[in-house]
C-alpha cells in the first residue's frame, strides 16, 4: 500500500516571501499522480496543483509549483510571493494509475499547517 | 466553488441514530468518493461508485453504506452511531477532463460535518 509523509505539522512565512511545504511517498508502482490540495478554515479541499509522475517538468500553477524528485519520492510544494489567502492545512494526496488495477482513491498525508504572517 | 453540493452543512444527532448524507456530484462526473476526515486518523477514504455501481472499499464500517442513484447523486449511510463517527464527510466527484487530459482528478464538496453526543 502506498504512503504519503508530510513531516511538518507547522510552517510559518512572511507575507511575500516563499514556502517550501514537504512532501514524500512510498511506492512501488512506477506511474502515478501526486496532487496538492489547500484546506482553508472554511475546511473546503481546494485542488492547488497536480502532477503526473511520467512527466519529468515539474507543474506550475501560478504562484504554486511542485519540486517532484521520482527517484527520492519526494513531491515538494513552493509558494512564492505568499499570500495571506494562503494561510491553509496543505495536503498531498497519490492516486495510483488506471493501469495498476488499484482502485483509484486518494492517499493523503497527515498535512501541513501553513501561517502566513503580515 | 468546485461545483460538487453537500447537504446537510451541519448535523447533530445522538449515538445510535442513523443519518443520510447527500452528494450531488459536477455535472457530468460519473466518480463519487466518500472521505472522512477526523482528528485522529485523518483524511481517509471510506468508498467510491462509478455510474451507479461500487468500484472500490477503503476503511469504511459495516454500519455505514453508500449508493449512487441513477441522477448520480449519492447517498452515504451511518446506522448505530458512536461518538468516534463525528467528523467531517467530503464527496468528490471525477471525470475524464478532455481539455487537459488529465482523467480522475477529484473535486471536493464542502463537506457536511457531523457531531454525534
Known amino acids: 500500500a502506498q504512503t504519503v509523509t508530510q513531516s511538518q505539522p507547522e510552517m510559518s512565512v512572511q507575507e511575500a516571501e516563499t514556502v517550501t511545504l514537504s512532501c514524500t511517498y512510498d511506492?512501488?508502482?512506477?506511474?502515478?499522480?501526486l496532487f496538492w490540495y489547500k484546506q482553508p478554515p472554511s475546511r473546503q479541499m481546494i485542488l492547488v496543483i497536480r502532477q503526473e509522475a511520467y512527466k519529468q517538468q515539474n507543474a506550475t500553477e501560478n504562484r504554486f509549483s511542485v519540486n517532484f524528485q521520482k527517484a527520492a519520492k519526494s513531491f515538494s510544494l513552493k509558494i512564492s510571493d505568499s499570500q495571506l489567502g494562503d494561510a491553509a492545512m496543505y495536503f498531498c494526496?497519490?492516486?495510483?494509475?488506471?493501469?495498476?488495477?488499484?482502485?483509484?482513491?486518494?492517499?493523503f498525508g497527515s498535512g501541513t499547517q501553513l501561517t502566513v504572517l503580515p | 466553488d468546485s461545483g460538487v453540493t453537500q447537504t446537510p452543512k451541519h448535523l447533530i444527532t445522538a449515538t445510535g441514530q442513523r443519518v443520510t448524507l447527500r452528494c450531488s456530484p459536477r455535472s457530468g462526473d460519473l466518480s463519487v468518493y466518500w472521505y472522512q476526515q477526523s482528528l485522529d486518523q485523518g483524511l481517509q477514504f471510506l468508498i467510491q461508485y462509478y455510474n451507479g455501481e461500487e468500484r472500490a472499499k477503503g476503511n469504511i464500517l459495516e454500519r455505514f453504506s453508500a449508493q449512487q442513484f441513477p441522477d448520480l447523486h449519492s447517498e452515504l449511510n451511518l446506522s448505530s452511531l458512536e461518538l468516534g463517527d463525528s467528523a467531517l464527510y467530503f464527496c468528490a466527484s471525477s471525470s475524464y477532463e478532455r481539455e487537459t487530459g488529465w482523467a480522475d482528478t477529484q473535486y471536493f464538496g464542502p463537506g457536511t460535518r457531523l457531531t454525534v453526543l
Open positions: 511506492t512501488s508502482e512506477s506511474d502515478y499522480y
Open positions: 494526496a497519490y492516486r495510483s494509475p488506471f493501469s495498476s488495477g488499484s482502485a483509484r482513491q486518494l492517499t
